[in-house]
């Protein structure tokens, strides 16, 4: 039993939560509401895809809320009761992802997450119902209670085949009728090429190969014995001819040794008698001895001039540092020193004629010359002013009544005339007066201009030249640190070349120290080389003794024997040789060849017995598979016949109750030409429900069988969702049918689910009823209110 669904983001539904009872729940509401999105949430928490995702009606996406608000994850969660035991299965389906997650509890405990897969596989095993029986048995979606009527002729009985799963007995009759055929193909085939076989001469041909292969084998053991002597006699030979090939070998090597120590021994006797002239009267002791003291002169000169060669070397590293520091300080120190003081020396000289042209005090230059700016600038605005007045004056004077400027008192024309004259003189000579007081001002201010610049000259001059006693004092001591180190070098110059001169002395006295040596130690090598030539002569003319005799010796063994007899017996052996291991060789070949043939023949004649047995094995494997067939095909009789027995009975139970009328009296379900057909009991006489019942009849006829198949089909679930039923039913029919699930439908079924708009149907209800509101105008999301 379903007791809760908790939705989310599905489809209007922003955040609905419904219980769910025994008995009759009933979901009410408008067209578009979001009454189905209900019932198919539960198909989908249950398994994972509703029909109209199966049908591709829709997508995932599709489940998600998108008005009045877009969102991008959904969430359905189903609670249900099966057998004493609380169990929630929940759903998250993500955009452009489709289900991220799945998981199923058991009494609260998590007991599989977050494999859809895994989900789906436990919630059929515990309903005992997959999503195919609960799509087609137990909902019925809106305008498809007659689901079955719809099916096309002659494809119900495969529709219902699959419902009962007995579409997995034909195709196991199907897969079991191919098998038989593929077998009797390979039992023809086997049986056909059996046929061409003849197993008695197979069977001779085996007896005369194995004889002739005892003959070979024999001759051959033969032949090997013949090779084995001849291969003895033939190493017996070769080993002969090689002692004979290395004494002959040996004489000739000694002969030439003999030679050869003849000649070394008159070349000693020849260099020996040179040497005598070349070491007449020389003492090898003494020479020994001086060439030991000449050996440790070196050594101490050597070692002198080592020493002396390591004092030059820092010497030289002195002077060079000394002489760098010393070009450093004159070329780049002295001459930035210099350059410098002779910039400071040339701003300080054009200092002193700027103070000779604007005076000692600066300042009070620039303030008595900007006094005299502001008196010109003062004057010339006095003068303005006053034109300014006598312009006033004029202009007064010029009107008709015209009076006297100081007293008011009228004046004459010709006063008039006088007075305006002589204001025009005055404004004439303040004019002149104040463009000379203008130039005066002008002249000025250049004069200002110029002062000012100067004295900003003046004083970036003084900044610059700040300091010049330090750089003058800075210049004498580095003129001084210069000399110190000129000096320094000139002197580490003299010490240089006093210490060259000294290791130039020793490297000559080494060099004769050196040549005498050298000719002692010649003197010394030339005794030892006489010493030792006279040894080697006696060593020479003893061995060469030894050769003479050795000689003797080998010319005694070989004497007497005939090498080329030997060579030309060894030639034959092995000539026989050949020939017998090719006539070996022959026969392995010949033996390989007929133990070949003799296997091939072997291995058929096997195979002909083996598939002689395996066609009696096939014969009888194909008698079994045909009892089988036979026995799948009278099950799946059985299983239909005893499907529609149970169906016909619930139905006949359900039509008195749901048919209000009389003259449909009964209701079966008939197997008929291969397939399923719904007839109706009138008057005695059975009539199919297609072309004879009306709409209502056949809805109620659709919905009886609806209900049998839910109870025949899902006996463990006792479950029925029935959306928008009543479709072409009359009032009566309705009323009925309300009645029918108020009252009756309890004996049949746990619970049931009923979606419609009718108010009539709310009478039907015996567990909870929802009303769902929706306003489509402004896309709305969908409101749960519940009625009891």
Not at 83 to 96: D, F, P, Q
Not at 288 to 312: A, G, M, W
Not at 651 to 663: C, S
Request: proline share 1%; aromatic share 6%; hydrophobic share 35%.
């Amino acid at each position: 039993m379903i007791t809760k669904v908790r939705l989310k983001n599905w489809r209007s539904h922003l955040n609905s939560t419904l219980e769910f009872s025994k008995g009759t729940n009933a979901l009410i509401g408008i067209m578009g509401s979001g009454k189905t999105s209900i019932l198919n949430s539960i198909c989908f928490g249950l398994f994972g895809t509703t029909p109209e995702i199966q049908s591709r009606k829709l997508k995932l996406d599709d489940l998600i809320m998108n008005k009045p608000y877009s969102k991008d994850t959904a969430e359905v969660e189903v609670f249900f009761r099966i057998n004493g035991n609380e169990y929630s299965v929940k759903r998250i389906i993500e955009k452009k992802k489709g289900t991220t997650y799945s998981e199923l509890r058991e009494n609260g405990k998590l007991i599989e997450a977050p494999s859809t897969q895994r989900v789906n596989e436990l919630v059929e095993k515990i309903l005992k119902v997959d999503y195919e029986l609960f799509s087609k048995a137990i909902y019925s979606e809106q305008n498809a209670l007659d689901y079955f009527l719809t099916i096309p002729k002659g494809q119900r009985m495969k529709k219902i085949d699959e419902l009962l799963m007995i579409d997995k007995f034909e195709k196991a009759r199907s897969n079991t009728i191919s098998l038989i055929n593929k077998i009797s193909e390979k039992k023809s085939t086997m049986e056909s090429l059996l046929g061409k076989v003849n197993l008695t001469e197979l069977q001779q041909m085996v007896t005369n190969i194995k004889s002739s292969l005892e003959n070979i084998i024999l001759e051959k053991s033969q032949l090997e014995k013949e090779l084995k002597q001849v291969v003895s006699t033939r190493q017996a030979i070769e080993n002969e001819l090689k002692i004979l090939y290395k004494t002959k070998e040996n004489l000739e090597i000694l002969k030439r040794d003999e030679a050869s120590l003849s000649s070394a021994v008159n070349e000693l006797s020849s260099s020996i008698k040179e040497l005598e002239e070349s070491v007449k009267n020389a003492d090898k002791e003494e020479i020994e001895k001086n060439v030991k003291s000449f050996t440790d002169i070196l050594d101490k000169l050597e070692n002198t001039i080592r020493e002396k060669q390591e004092e030059y070397q820092k010497l030289a590293d002195q002077y060079s540092k000394a002489k760098a520091e010393a070009d450093i300080y004159k070329k780049e120190t002295i001459a930035r020193l210099q350059n410098e003081l002779e910039e400071k020396l040339q701003l300080q000289r054009d200092a002193e004629k700027i103070k000779k042209q604007i005076g000692d005090d600066a300042d009070a230059a620039l303030e008595k010359k900007r006094g005299l700016v502001e008196k010109y600038v003062g004057k010339i605005e006095a003068l303005r002013i006053k034109i300014e007045d006598l312009s006033n004056i004029i202009d007064q004077l010029s009107s008709i009544k015209a009076k006297c400027p100081i007293c008011e008192s009228k004046i004459t024309e010709e006063k008039k005339v006088i007075l305006i004259k002589q204001k025009k003189m005055q404004i004439k000579n303040l004019y002149e007066e104040m463009e000379y007081a203008t130039k005066q001002k002008q002249i000025n201010e250049q004069e200002l201009r110029d002062l000012e610049v100067a004295v900003n000259k003046l004083n970036k001059i003084l900044d610059a030249i700040e300091g010049l006693s330090d750089l003058k004092n800075n210049l004498e001591n580095t003129q001084h640190i210069y000399a110190i180190l000129e000096e320094s070098s000139i002197k580490l110059e003299h010490e240089l070349k006093t210490v060259k001169n000294e290791i130039e002395k020793m490297n000559k006295t080494l060099t004769e120290a050196r040549n005498q040596k050298q000719k002692l130690e010649l003197m010394l090598l030339q005794i030892r080389d006489y010493e030792s030539k006279k040894s080697r002569i006696d060593t020479l003319i003893k061995q060469r003794e030894e050769i003479i005799h050795h000689l003797k010796s080998l010319e005694k063994t070989i004497f007497g024997r005939d090498l080329h007899a030997v060579e030309t017996e060894l030639r034959n052996l092995v000539g026989k040789e050949k020939e017998i291991s090719t006539r070996i060789s022959a026969l392995n070949q010949l033996l390989s060849e007929r133990e070949f043939r003799l296997k091939d023949l072997e291995s058929t004649l096997t195979q002909a017995t083996k598939e002689k047995e395996e066609i009696k094995k096939l014969e009888n494997l194909i008698i079994q598979l045909r009892v089988f067939e036979k026995a799948l095909e009278e099950t799946q009789i059985q299983l239909r016949q005893e499907f529609v027995t149970l169906v016909n009975y619930s139905m006949n139970q359900l039509w008195q109750t749901l048919y209000p009328y009389q003259d449909f009296t009964g209701i079966r379900l008939k197997v008929e030409e291969g397939d399923y057909v719904l007839q109706l009991l009138s008057r005695n006489e059975w009539v199919n429900v297609e072309g004879v019942a009306s709409g209502g009849e056949r809805n109620i006829a659709a919905l009886t069988l609806r209900i049998s198949f839910s109870l025949v089909l899902a006996p463990n679930l006792r479950l029925l969702i029935l959306d928008e039923p009543t479709a072409n039913m009359d009032t009566k029919s309705i009323k009925v049918l309300a009645d029918t699930l108020r009252e009756r439908i309890g004996e049949f079924i746990d619970q049931c689910f009923l979606i419609t708009h009718q108010s009539e149907l709310e009478d039907a209800v015996t567990g909870y009823a929802y009303r769902l509101e929706r306003d489509k105008s402004i896309d709305g999301y969908t409101q749960v209110i519940r009625l009891n």
